[in-house]
C-alpha cells in the first residue's frame, strides 16, 4: 500500500499538485492522507496548551479550515474516485513542517506532493517557502509540481547526478517504481564542466548501472565550460522532452547548494514539470 501525502493550503496551484498526485498513482492501491496546518492570527494562551480544541472561544478561521478541507475530500472523491485509493483529512495546529515529518513518521508516507508556489502565486515566488522549507527539512522524498501543470503520463525522467558519491538501492526506489509504473524511459545527465571523470566517479555509475536493472535508462553527457550548472540545467530542459525531474538531496550535492545560495527562484522560474528529490540515507544539516 503506497501512501502519500498531500500539504495543502486549499489554494489553487495545491490543489493542482493533489490532482497530479492521485493520478500519478492511478494504477495502485493508495492511502492519501491531505494534510493542513494552522496558525491562528492572534496567538492566545489556550492555542499554546493544544490549539483550537482546547479553546472556550470559537475560531471562525478554524471553521473555514474544517470546510475548506471537507471540499477537497468530497471533491477527491467525486472528481477521481478510485477502489484502489483511500482518502484521510490530517488538520494540526503546528509548523508546517514539523507536522510533515511527525505524520509521516506516523502513518508510514512514503512519498510527499505538494506544489511549488506560495499561496499568492506571485511570479517573484518562484519556489514557495513552504517548498523549500519542506525539501530541505522532510525525512521522505517529495514531489514539487509547478503550478498549473497538467497531468501528463510520465514517459521520459530526467536524473541529474555528479557521480561523486555512490548510489544505494533503497535510495533510488522511488524512481524506480515510478519507471516501472509507466513504463517511463530514465537519462541520467551528467554536466561535465569541461574534466574527465574521476576513477571513483566512473565506479559510482557502474554501480547506478546495477541499481537500474531491468529498467530502460540511458546515460548523456553535456560538457559545460561557458554556463553554470543551473543554466546548463534549464537549457538542456528546454530543449528537451521529459516529464520530471529527478535529483538527490545529498551533502555539498548540487542541489544543496542550489537551495542554501537562495538560487532556487531561478530553476522554479524555468522548471516547468514535476520535480521529484529523492532522500539520501546520510545527514544533512541545513
Not at 475560531?59 to 471540499?71: A, G, S, T
Not at 565550460?225 to 540545467?233: A, F, Q, S
Request: charged content about 25%.
Amino acid at each position: 500500500m503506497k501512501k502519500v501525502l498531500f500539504p495543502t493550503d486549499f489554494s489553487d496551484n495545491a490543489w493542482n499538485a493533489i490532482s497530479y498526485g492521485v493520478q500519478l498513482y492511478k494504477d495502485i492501491a493508495c492511502d492519501f492522507f491531505v494534510l493542513h496546518t494552522y496558525t491562528p492570527p492572534f496567538y492566545r494562551v489556550d492555542y499554546a496548551l493544544g490549539g483550537p480544541v482546547f479553546s472556550a472561544v470559537n475560531d471562525p478561521e478554524v471553521d473555514i479550515v474544517l470546510e475548506n478541507m471537507d471540499h477537497t475530500l468530497k471533491d477527491l472523491s467525486k472528481y477521481y474516485f478510485n477502489e484502489k485509493h483511500r482518502y484521510y483529512s490530517r488538520n494540526a495546529f503546528n509548523i508546517l513542517t514539523d507536522e510533515i515529518n511527525k505524520v509521516s513518521d506516523k502513518e508510514q508516507i512514503d512519498i510527499i506532493v505538494m506544489g511549488t508556489k506560495g499561496a499568492t502565486g506571485a511570479k517573484r515566488i518562484l519556489f514557495g517557502s513552504n517548498t523549500v522549507y519542506t525539501i530541505r527539512k522532510a525525512k521522505i522524498p517529495i514531489l514539487a509540481v509547478p503550478d498549473d501543470y497538467q497531468y501528463a503520463e510520465v514517459k521520459q525522467l530526467l536524473f541529474f547526478t555528479d557521480y561523486l558519491r555512490p548510489y544505494r538501492e533503497d535510495e533510488l526506489e522511488l524512481l524506480k517504481e515510478i519507471a516501472r509504473l509507466h513504463n517511463a524511459t530514465i537519462t541520467i545527465l551528467y554536466v561535465s564542466e569541461g574534466y574527465d571523470l574521476t576513477n571513483g566517479q566512473l565506479s559510482n555509475k557502474e554501480s547506478l548501472k546495477e541499481a537500474l536493472e531491468g529498467l530502460t535508462y540511458e546515460f548523456k553527457e553535456n560538457t559545460n565550460t561557458k554556463e553554470t550548472m543551473t543554466e546548463t540545467l534549464e537549457s538542456y530542459l528546454e530543449d528537451s522532452q521529459y516529464d520530471m525531474l529527478v535529483m538527490m538531496n545529498r551533502k555539498h550535492s548540487f542541489l544543496e547548494r542550489l537551495l542554501t545560495r537562495q538560487q532556487v527562484e531561478k530553476i522554479g522560474f524555468n522548471l516547468k514539470i514535476p520535480f521529484l528529490v529523492l532522500r539520501s540515507n546520510e545527514a544533512i544539516n541545513w
